[in-house]
């Protein structure tokens, strides 16, 4: 079948506005990321509320609710600095539960297992130096409340942090903390 020239300008002429409409309804691309630099240093600091638990590595406890000590008060924080090859990552947040403190600090003591050997802070026989290049993490002299539980996970430049303590005969405090170090 072949189209005379009048049905095919007819054709083109449907079809063109179609496509003109398509066009306006489609976003268009993101920018392209800035070009690296060839040479030289890069830093920047980059600090936002947004913390759960991708940024902290470890689950939220179950029915816990973010803790403000004030109204100005925000209950987490998620800050990234670097410069040429150092860089500092921190992941922190507060919540509060009912529950008291044995129950919840079960509850991470069996969350964080998966992440290596559990350093509970509050044992007389965990290591409380400091730190050595390369070993092991240790307490590094921090120890819990009365009454509360201090754990730490994880290697020295890339570990984790469960404090809990309790607020007062109702609410149990829960602190976590994630600090990844390049």
Not at 116 to 131: E, H, N, S, V
Not at 165 to 182: E, F, G, M, N, Y
């Amino acid at each position: 079948m072949t189209l005379r020239p009048l049905s095919r300008r007819l054709l083109s002429l449907s079809v063109l506005p179609l496509l003109a409409l398509g066009a306006c309804a489609q976003t268009p691309p993101p920018p392209p990321p800035p070009p690296a630099p060839a040479s030289g240093f890069s830093a920047g600091i980059e600090v936002t509320e947004e913390v759960g638990p991708a940024q902290l590595g470890m689950p939220v406890y179950p029915g816990a609710q973010p803790q403000r000590d004030s109204a100005e008060d925000k209950s987490a924080v998620n800050l990234s600095m670097w410069g040429g090859r150092f860089g500092v990552q921190l992941a922190a947040a507060k919540y509060q539960s009912r529950d008291d403190v044995d129950r919840v600090a079960r509850f991470y003591r069996e969350a964080l297992n998966r992440y290596g050997d559990l350093l509970d802070c509050g044992d007389p026989r965990a290591p409380q130096d400091k730190p050595k290049a390369g070993g092991p993490l240790t307490c590094d002299g921090d120890k819990p409340e009365a009454g509360g539980q201090l754990f730490k996970v994880g290697v020295p430049k890339n570990f984790r942090v469960v404090s809990i303590r309790r607020l007062d005969a109702r609410t149990t405090q829960i602190s976590l903390a994630r600090v990844a170090l390049r």
